[in-house]
């Protein structure tokens, strides 16, 4: 009997897993309106490059990467009464697609 391969996010990067370099899509309203214009926007791991963002997308989403520009959000002081605490940075990448290429990230078809 015949397995069947299922298709899972888990495709190696050079020598990192893809599911750790793409952390989620940022669905927000701005980034929502953003795909109009093919890009679209990931919060992705603070240690990752460039390259390893474009490379991740390309593989899990089997589109053509034109640019990707990070944008790195710093971590904010938080206060809940007497107690004080910070909320956790992470970076964004805002990804450029090539002209028909699309990626669906609600499922629609």
Request: charged fraction near 30%; hydrophobic fraction near 35%.
């Amino acid at each position: 009997m015949e397995e069947k391969k299922t298709i899972t996010k888990l495709e190696k990067v050079g020598n990192i897993i893809a599911s750790k370099i793409l952390i989620e899509p940022w669905i927000t309203e701005a980034s929502t309106a953003m795909g109009e214009m093919n890009k679209y926007v990931f919060k992705v791991s603070q240690k990752s490059s460039k390259r390893q963002i474009k490379d991740s997308i390309e593989k899990v989403y089997g589109v053509k990467v034109i640019s990707v520009n990070t944008i790195s959000i710093p971590r904010k002081a938080r206060h809940q009464g007497k107690t004080t605490g910070w909320k956790s940075g992470f970076r964004k990448a805002i990804i450029t697609l090539k002209a028909g290429d699309s990626i669906d990230l609600f499922g629609n078809k």
